[in-house]
């Protein structure tokens, strides 16, 4: 398919830019600043994406990690399979970490929310609510402390498929059309969720909020790409661009 082929040729151009992989982490943060800073100014007039229930948030943000692994885990395999099937294996288990870390996260992150909130219905507080859950199956409204989980994800699932495509600048001999297409569709992925982490930084959250949870975002990706994978004891890095398959 000539038309695939293109496209995955564009893309790998794209992502040869310095700018575009290597300032990616530094992309995310100019955006959560400027766009909370923009929101703050209450001159941004409503569209379809303030709206919590538009396409993109219901049924691609709300079930990002499940997006992410979808495309990522047999892109990842088929990608480093000719290399080994051990080397494939391990790969793979960057997966485990990263979803061990996306859970671990966000379970803290709702942990927080409950720790320093408070229920209140009709502007009454409720004490005998001690949860979001609870406080909102009772019709209240749940005022704690909310690290924005969209943009933790959003950064955390771009900058770990950014890091895990790298590989196709160099696979002009052994590609085939599901590996061009899952790359196709990784690619597109990757676009959503920047366009929906602009959306958060302007339209929900504050400074703080999406700033923490970008800055965690960043943080877990530099922790395990940066500092663990190079190691032995580790899943490893995906292949380098520098080689020639």
């Not at 943060?29 to 001159?43: D, I, P």
């Not at 990608?79 to 970490?97: E, G, K």
Request: one cysteine or more; glycine letters at 6%; a positive charge.
């Amino acid at each position: 398919m000539a038309g695939v082929d293109i496209i995955v040729n564009k893309f790998v151009a794209l992502w040869r830019i310095p700018f575009v992989r290597l300032k990616l982490p530094w992309i995310f943060l100019g955006l959560s600043m400027v766009g909370s800073f923009v929101k703050s100014t209450q001159l941004v007039p409503e569209t379809y994406f303030s709206n919590s229930r538009n396409v993109l948030n219901m049924y691609f943000v709300k079930v990002s990690w499940g997006w992410t692994l979808l495309l990522l885990t047999p892109f990842i395999f088929l990608i480093h399979y000719n290399h080994s099937l051990t080397f494939a294996l391990r790969r793979m288990s960057s997966l485990v970490v990263a979803t061990a870390i996306w859970y671990t996260f966000t379970e803290t992150f709702f942990y927080i929310e409950d720790a320093t909130g408070t229920c209140h219905r009709d502007q009454v507080p409720h004490k005998e609510f001690t949860t979001k859950w609870r406080c909102r199956s009772a019709g209240g409204q749940w005022d704690g402390y909310d690290i924005s989980g969209h943009s933790f994800i959003l950064s955390y699932s771009a900058l770990i498929i950014a890091e895990e495509m790298a590989p196709m600048a160099i696979m002009e001999r052994n590609r085939n059309i599901v590996l061009d297409l899952l790359y196709v569709s990784l690619n597109g992925i990757v676009f959503i969720w920047i366009w929906m982490f602009m959306c958060t930084s302007v339209y929900f959250h504050n400074f703080w909020q999406n700033g923490l949870g970008t800055v965690f975002g960043i943080l877990a990706w530099f922790v395990t790409y940066r500092v663990w994978y190079p190691k032995p004891l580790s899943p490893g890095l995906p292949l380098k661009p520098t080689k020639q398959s």
